[in-house]
């Protein structure tokens, strides 16, 4: 079956320090790829995605993901994070292609603390 | 940008009762609208997909039976937590794509707290 690992299940952050959250996916075809955050108390939003082309993508408030096929994974990444990144981030696998069923195969999150 | 809302945000009913839970697209056209449901410090679960008019499809391990949705426009999805019990309380979250636009972008709710005391 497929699946989603997020590794870090807890980070805790100084704000200004790098920031690199691990996601890997089990599933040997084409996918979409995604991830989301979820703020304190709001509903999920979409960060970035990744469909084809560059596996290098940039999205919403200077966050980034690379897609690595070899490797089966798309880390997030952030240079410098600030205290509002605080944060539960998600990422999530939809099989694409001939086998795209349009659903989400979530990871089980990752919290993000970042102090000032 | 798209919004989704979720109504009630949060409610509380005893064991046996039925309880609705409404997804509304506020904004944009929905043919299918997505229910799922998340546990404490877990991820999200799909449930069921819902497609305008036709029956939802449910996925393995989830009753059709206790967990009932209709979608009956192209702005509004309700999930029906049949005779609820403890085992049900839960997160549960819905989300919706366009009718145009983007093929795979969900927009998700805010989310229902269910607690079946």
């Known amino acids: 079956a497929q699946s989603v690992s997020q590794h870090n299940h807890h980070v805790i952050l100084s704000e200004a320090a790098s920031l690199e959250l691990g996601c890997n996916y089990s599933?040997?075809?084409?996918?979409?790829l995604f991830w989301y955050v979820q703020y304190p108390g709001q509903h999920l939003q979409l960060l970035l995605k990744?469909?084809?082309?560059?596996?290098l993508v940039k999205g919403i408030k200077g966050f980034e993901a690379e897609f690595i096929k070899s490797k089966f994974s798309f880390n997030l990444r952030k240079p410098s994070v600030q205290w509002s990144d605080t944060a539960e981030y998600f990422c999530a696998v939809m099989p694409a292609g001939i086998y795209n069923t349009d659903k989400l195969i979530f990871g089980t999150g990752t919290r993000l603390q970042v102090f000032p | 940008g798209a919004v989704v809302s979720q109504h009630p945000s949060w409610v509380i009913c005893k064991s046996g009762t039925s309880v609705k839970i409404e997804c509304r697209s506020l904004?944009?056209?929905?043919?299918?609208m997505f229910w799922y449901r998340q546990f404490p410090k877990q991820s999200l679960m799909l449930m069921a997909t819902s497609n305008e008019g036709s029956k939802a499809t449910y996925e393995q391990g989830v009753e059709k039976d206790k967990f009932l949705i209709n979608h009956a426009s192209l702005t509004l999805s309700t999930l029906t937590v049949t005779s609820a019990h403890p085992e049900d309380s839960s997160f549960y979250i819905c989300s919706a794509r366009e009718l145009a636009g983007g093929p795979y972008e969900q927009y998700f709710g805010p989310g229902t707290r269910l607690t079946v005391t």
């Open positions: 990744y469909f084809s082309g560059d596996p």
């Open positions: 904004d944009f056209q929905a043919t299918t």
């Open positions: 599933y040997g075809g084409t996918v979409n």
